[in-house]
């Protein structure tokens, strides 16, 4: 009896032991990369059609101008990062669901830590080789980073990433994310890096 019950535990911790190791490599394969922003404003103006200083009208020339003698210019938008899940069964991993309980993120633009966020709800990555979209709100005061910027330089910075014909080369995001599994969160152990050009 005592050794068909060690047998028993024995065959559970191994188990156990398996799929934690199993959750783990999972886990550890998740990759981001920075997708798009969107909805990007300047003291409230939507950017999203404008490509340089000039075609912002008159008044809103007056109010960006004395905003930035102020040193402020508030700045909101969207970005979106994009997951990529490798676990869909075709690389010798069974097809997993992972659920990113927290992203907690850094900004960087142009090489410049900026502000920090996360996203608002958990989200799910699914483990079917389809990527997932991951939306991230920020605001901030873009002066208190490049107030040493004039006000086309400022601006032009803004429309790079948000205008006509915004690009997100200008935007890292480091972040160490927090996976929810059946045994329970497990964060990243080192911050990784998050760009638009590849999976991380």
Request: aromatic letters at 6%.
């Amino acid at each position: 009896m005592k050794k068909t019950i060690l047998l028993s535990l024995a065959l559970l911790l191994l188990f156990t032991s398996c799929s934690i190791l199993q959750t783990a490599m999972n886990v550890s394969r998740l990759q981001f990369k920075v997708n798009n922003v969107n909805d990007f404003q300047v003291m409230g103006i939507s950017i999203k059609d404008k490509q340089k200083l000039s075609d912002f009208n008159p008044l809103d020339m007056i109010k960006l101008a004395a905003s930035i003698s102020k040193d402020e210019l508030p700045i909101t938008f969207r970005l979106f990062l994009e997951a990529k899940n490798p676990n869909d069964g075709k690389g010798g991993f069974p097809a997993t669901d992972i659920t990113l309980k927290s992203l907690p993120v850094k900004l960087f633009i142009d090489d410049k830590l900026t502000v920090t966020g996360n996203i608002s709800e958990s989200v799910v990555v699914p483990g079917v080789g389809e990527n997932k979209l991951i939306p991230i709100d920020f605001s901030m005061n873009l002066m208190k980073f490049f107030k040493d910027k004039g006000l086309e330089s400022i601006i032009n910075l803004a429309l790079n990433l948000g205008g006509q014909k915004a690009n997100t080369s200008a935007i890292k995001v480091l972040s160490k994310p927090v996976i929810g599994t059946p045994i329970g969160d497990i964060e990243y152990p080192d911050e990784i890096t998050i760009v638009d050009q590849k999976f991380n």
